[in-house]
């Protein structure tokens, strides 16, 4: 036997994508729906590569009574109205957006770093999914913190358009296009133009100068990995699609060399090691795309600091920063809470 899913914001990136995962790891699935606005009704929207094509059904009228897991991706404002309405009626609560992942009766998670903190569920039948960026780092992180407790971690983000949705998508295109052909460029859903730029600064500003993209690495990372890791973040936005990459410099409180940090990484859950010191021996986002794995590159020791390792990691952000962490986490919710059969 398998499960009842819904997907709710299913004609967006991260919604398509959360269909292609499904499929393509067979998520015990007996009945599946997709769901999305009022304008998006009757949309068609392909299970993966399955050739099954799924009526988008209006969310306003859909009730979750009988359905056992819901897989949000459609937004804060739409979470915060319907994840509850969901929760309620019996069915959990997978949400992708910012807006209940620092509520302390709402487990965070990321299944090779936190998996046990998943017990949590129960007291409002949601489950977070990190930032995007947030969860990419925390994969890389926590086999390291685990043999050699992390105290400071400074990381600069390269993050792609697509975190900010098909607009931003959109948005790379048409400019890149349209400095080609000589027509004026018009910055609409980022502050400044994209195409060959890239702009410090993604999500709001706050009274202390940071953005909420990088608050929100800070305080993620410490609800999913270790309340005492110091972090501090510069988030970049940069003219690659997809896949976001992040440089990362890493203070222990013990010492550990760049090799044992390869062998801890090289083995680590969810980690794929490709770090050798020549020519194309590191992972760029374009050979990332479509993969769920956090590459890691670049891996050296910093002389600057006691016990300090540099690294450079990538990863699709559709993916595990998304799409593939909400899958993960519904997987380990049927291991251990909602078996059938």
Not at 19 to 33: C, G, K, N, S, T
Not at 186 to 200: G, L, M, R, S
Not at 268 to 282: F, N, Q, S, T, V
Not at 315 to 322: C, E, H, I, M, P
């Amino acid at each position: 036997m398998g499960y009842k899913v819904a997907v709710v914001g299913a004609t967006g990136n991260v919604g398509r994508e959360m269909m292609q995962v499904l499929a393509e790891r067979e998520f015990p699935i007996d009945e599946i729906v997709a769901l999305a606005s009022s304008r998006s009704h009757g949309t068609e929207i392909e299970f993966g590569d399955t050739g099954k094509m799924l009526k988008c059904k209006n969310l306003e009228h859909f009730d979750f009574t009988g359905w056992d897991i819901a897989l949000f991706s459609a937004g804060g404002a739409i979470a915060k109205e319907y994840a509850p309405k969901a929760a309620a009626a019996g069915c959990v609560v997978i949400d992708n957006s910012s807006h209940f992942r620092m509520d302390p009766d709402v487990p965070l998670i990321v299944p090779e770093v936190n998996p046990d903190a998943i017990e949590g569920y129960t007291a409002k039948n949601i489950i977070a999914n990190p930032n995007c960026s947030t969860a990419q780092l925390v994969v890389a992180l926590k086999p390291l913190h685990d043999a050699a407790g992390i105290k400071r971690v400074v990381v600069s983000t390269y993050q792609s358009v697509s975190g900010a949705g098909k607009e931003g998508m959109d948005e790379l295109f048409q400019q890149s296009r349209a400095i080609f052909v000589g027509d004026p460029v018009e910055p609409a859903k980022f502050t400044k133009q994209i195409a060959f730029n890239v702009i410090p600064h993604i999500d709001v500003f706050l009274d202390d100068g940071s953005t909420k993209e990088e608050w929100k690495m800070v305080v993620e990372t410490k609800k999913i990995l270790d309340p005492k890791i110091k972090l501090t973040a510069t988030c970049v936005r940069v003219p690659v699609f997809v896949g976001h990459s992040e440089a990362v410099t890493i203070e222990f409180e013990r010492e550990i060399t760049a090799e044992q940090a390869q062998d801890i990484l090289r083995e680590a859950p969810g980690c794929m090691l490709i770090d050798k010191r020549e020519d194309e021996g590191y992972i760029t986002p374009v050979e990332c795309v479509g993969d769920g794995a956090t590459y890691i590159s670049r891996v050296r020791e910093d002389p600057t600091v006691e016990n300090g390792l540099n690294l450079w990691c990538v990863s699709d952000n559709l993916r595990k920063g998304a799409a593939l962490n909400a899958v993960q986490i519904a997987e380990l919710l049927g291991r251990r809470h909602l078996k059938k059969g």
